[in-house]
């Protein structure tokens, strides 16, 4: 047997034996382009922005590489789950009488832990697929909002490890959101991040790796949705749906003074005849069913400006205000924001996926998480 043969053998020998081992000590192949690798680990670690609407995953090296909505479909007779993601959305309103369309998260925190458990452990799998068949389980990074409370973070962290991953480590969402949109978050200057989520809205100061104030509010894209159903319902008698609400928001919902009135057909159930019925709706009328979703946003905002220090607040008048998540694409909130506080305001590159990539980010200062949880200290929400 020749020297080459012999290597191999020893090396073979060695992964059968210890086959529980989460790397490989070294391992020599034959013929052209042979190669030794030396021990390395095989874990790939995860970053989640769990979201009140939808939930992106962000594989390290790899980027963002699922974004579905939060929403599962369960059989209610069986107790089984039917659907999770794109699948599930697409069932709402649809589901014969045995299967609820669920969102197990609410206003940013796990409102049925059984089905976020299940819903999480599908999202890993998906997103992990294409994993080494040495890989052990993943550290995950996962986002919660600034103002939870201990045992809703703790709800978050167990259905994080039930659903597979190794360990987790809470990250405040504004704090993500501000890596993700590139803000100098480490540095001793100050930088203010609005992110609008679909259950919260989150204001933060962050100044060298911390959250010096922040304020945590449940108005958010969720509320503008209901906010437009109600309007159209009590104006009009008409009964639409959660997707068409988000239709209309998205199309012509706009912040403020409406510059085109612009206007939209709408399909939904007449309350008194309970046929279907066709309405046409103008852009001043949605705009001002948002106002008073857009006006809490806007005292949040204020509110965080008034407790931040001098110094910082002088950065910020500097730097500016950005905006992220998917409430910060209604039309003209950046210039209400700014016309009410006298700031400029930016929307940030990629509002929809900041917080996920600020997630994935982070994966490199899980040391920093471990001796400062949450990376700040746990205001009460609103």
């Known amino acids: 047997m020749s020297c080459d043969l012999k290597l191999y053998s020893v090396a073979t020998h060695k992964i059968n034996r210890y086959s529980k081992a989460i790397y490989i000590k070294r391992i020599v192949f034959l013929g ?31 980027g963002v590489v699922l974004r579905e ?12 789950i039917e659907a999770v993601g794109n699948a599930a959305r697409n069932m709402i309103g649809r589901t014969p009488g045995n299967i609820s369309v669920i969102r197990p998260m609410k206003d940013g925190v796990i409102a049925d832990y059984d089905t976020t458990a299940v819903m999480m452990q599908y999202y890993l799998k998906k997103a992990m697929r294409k994993r080494s068949f040495f890989a052990s389980k993943p550290n995950v990074v996962i986002c919660v909002p600034s103002g939870i409370t201990m045992v809703e973070e703790r709800a978050v962290i167990d259905a994080t490890k039930q659903a597979g991953a190794k360990d987790a480590f809470p990250i405040a969402e504004p704090f993500a959101a501000a890596i993700g949109a590139g803000l100098p978050v480490w540095e001793p200057t100050g930088s203010m991040i609005v992110d ?46 959660e997707r068409s609400a988000e239709s209309i ?8 003074e409406v510059e085109t009135n612009e206007e939209m057909e709408i399909r939904g159930r007449d309350l008194l005849t309970g046929l279907p019925k066709t309405i046409t709706i103008t852009a001043e009328e949605i705009s001002a069913s948002l106002n008073d979703a857009v006006e809490d946003i806007v ?18 008048m500097d730097r500016g205000i950005v905006l992220t998540g ?6 003209n909130i950046d210039q209400v924001i700014s016309d009410e506080t006298k700031i400029p305001v930016f929307i940030a590159e990629n509002p929809l996926d900041s917080v996920a990539i600020g997630t994935g980010k982070s994966l490199e200062y899980i040391k920093h998480f471990q001796t400062n949880p949450n990376v700040s200290s746990h205001p009460t929400i609103e």
Request: charged letters at 20%; hydrophobic letters at 40%; proline letters at 2%.
């Open 32 to 62: 052209k382009g042979r190669f030794s690798l030396g021990r390395f680990s095989f874990s790939q670690d995860l970053g989640i922005d769990l979201g009140t609407a939808n939930t992106l995953v962000f594989v390290k090296n790899k």
């Open 69 to 80: 909505p939060t929403v599962v479909a369960k059989n209610i007779e069986a107790g089984e």
């Open 196 to 241: 609008i989520g679909g259950g919260t809205t989150e204001v933060a100061v962050i100044s060298l790796g911390g959250i010096v104030t922040s304020r945590s509010i449940r108005t958010a894209g969720d509320d503008m949705d209901e906010a437009i159903t109600q309007y159209i319902r009590k104006h009009y008698n008409l009964m639409i749906g």
């Open 249 to 256: 928001k998205m199309d012509i919902g706009s912040a403020g």
């Open 299 to 316: 005292n949040a905002v204020k509110s965080t400006l008034e407790k931040t220090p001098p110094e910082l607040a002088a950065d910020i």
């Open 326 to 331: 998917g409430g910060s694409l209604l039309k």
